[in-house]
């Protein structure tokens, strides 16, 4: 691992010819994200996140520099990534358009790949696969639905949704098991 | 007019209120909502970051459904919305990511034809519909109510997604406020996020509620009730309201309900009853 690339924290030096220059180069490439490098570190982004404003730690301008310098041990770690609630505001403001709710898209995208997907989303994924949606749907909620009148819940061909999430390895990336129908 | 009903996850499970009072408001109107028989999850705003081919894969098989039924589809949550929207779109327009999808869905008998329109109800009315022939059916107008309109993110962002409205300064909803005879405020933080992802993330609920009563509290200054499009918004600005955090007293309301209620729906088939924090002030607003 280069030295850009530790996680201790107490490194204050980031040497440029330590740079692990791979992160900007995968990123820059991913439909969305291509103007990363445009990035000048205005900080627009940070002043109207909304996560932002409430959370110190939270800032996407230093986001967009961890991945310019390929930090990725720091972003990879904790849940900095999955804290942006993907209200776009950063993508509509920035003055270079460098779409930064794209780029931290795609981080959890690389994230997920190598083994940091949040344990949180893991479940969220998780329920897709067994109910064809993100709830259960309970006795109770179908009974309430006949008292009120409603047509039933759509009954899922769930076979076709674990089938689709098969084929495109979606269980073994986030490491669920989906039985063959 | 006859749409495939994508009623969503969220309000499926956790909010009848919204789908009872969108399909009253809905048939009073004109408008016929049709089941999508074998539908589910719209694949998620998460999935599409994780495995974007997951995502555009479930959401083409929804999208296929409404193909077969041979009409558009109507949402209510804003986040099936974009969802949809960026499938349906980047299916359209890709050729070489809808013959890779067409080969996954091909295994399940279906296929992405780009045959149908994704539109939130929001955008179904004005575009659809049109303000006229809404406002006309307004009979019990609300006069005097102050409502604070929160359009959530999705609806309108990103823009090169979406394509509707000003997602820097919209107008689509306060209009549709406006012809119920109530007022739409103007507020700081009008556009601010409702910050319900972030209940997903373990140990994050403080935060999610802390920026969600921010925009409470501001709303309490300036309007009677507030009201939401998308189920997630909704929950998130009700239930950071409810014990154990400090009452705000604002009551969120959905869209459909405003409406309905200025249509003369009764209250409870609205089911407005049910809203946790008590809406019944609009009751003072009605035949003036």
């Known amino acids: ?181 | 007019m006859r749409y495939a009903f994508f009623v969503g996850c969220t309000t499926l499970a956790r909010l009848p209120s919204y789908e009872v009072s969108t399909r009253k408001v809905a048939e009073a109107l004109g408008v016929e909502l049709l089941d999508m028989e074998g539908a589910g999850c719209c694949g998620t705003t998460y999935l599409k970051c994780i495995e974007p081919r997951t995502a555009l894969a479930l959401a083409a098989r929804n999208i296929s459904i409404a193909e077969d039924m041979g009409v558009n589809i109507v949402t209510l949550c804003n986040g099936c919305t974009e969802v949809l929207t960026d499938a349906n779109n980047t299916l359209k327009e890709e050729g070489e990511l809808r013959e890779d999808v067409n080969s996954i869905l091909a295994e399940v008998d279906r296929e992405f034809r780009g045959k149908v329109e994704v539109k939130h109800f929001v955008r179904m009315f004005l575009e659809d519909l049109g303000i006229d022939k809404i406002r006309a059916r307004v009979s019990n107008p609300l006069e005097g109510l102050r409502v604070a309109v929160h359009y959530g993110c999705h609806l309108l962002k990103p823009f090169k997604i979406m394509n509707f409205d000003d997602p820097e300064d919209p107008t689509s909803l306060d209009e549709l406020v406006n012809i119920t005879g109530a007022v739409s405020v103007d507020y700081p933080g009008k556009l601010d996020c409702c910050s319900a992802p972030l209940l997903t993330i373990k140990r994050r609920n403080e935060l999610a509620t802390e920026i969600a009563r921010e925009k409470l509290s501001t709303v309490k200054k300036y309007a009677d009730i507030m009201i939401t499009v998308c189920p997630f918004c909704y929950l998130m600005y009700e239930q950071s309201q409810m014990p154990p955090n400090n009452p705000i007293d604002i009551p969120i309301v959905h869209y459909s309900q405003l409406l309905g209620l200025a249509m003369g729906i009764d209250y409870q088939d609205l089911a407005l009853n049910e809203n946790r924090i008590d809406a019944s002030v609009i009751k003072n607003f009605q035949n003036r």
């Open chain 1, 1 to 181: 691992m280069t030295e850009a690339n530790s996680s201790d924290e107490k490194q204050t030096v980031i040497k440029l010819q330590d740079l692990d220059t791979s992160l900007q180069e995968e990123i820059s490439k991913i439909p969305g994200c291509e103007k990363l490098m445009l990035c000048f570190q205005c900080g627009t982004c940070s002043a109207d996140c909304p996560v932002g404003r409430h959370l110190n730690e939270y800032k996407p301008r230093l986001i967009a520099m961890m991945t310019k310098l390929g930090m990725k041990q720091a972003l990879f770690q904790g849940d900095l990534l999955w804290l942006c609630t993907q209200c776009y505001t950063c993508l509509e403001r920035c003055p270079q358009n460098v779409e930064l709710a794209e780029i931290i898209s795609a981080l959890r995208g690389i994230a997920a790949r190598e083994g940091y997907l949040h344990p949180s989303l893991k479940k969220v994924i998780e329920a897709l696969a067994n109910h064809g949606y993100i709830y259960e749907i309970t006795e109770f909620i179908e009974e309430d639905r006949e008292m009120r009148e409603l047509p039933p819940v759509p009954k899922v061909n769930i076979g076709e949704v674990r089938k689709i999430m098969r084929m495109t390895g979606i269980d073994k990336l986030v490491g669920i098991e989906l039985e063959e129908d």
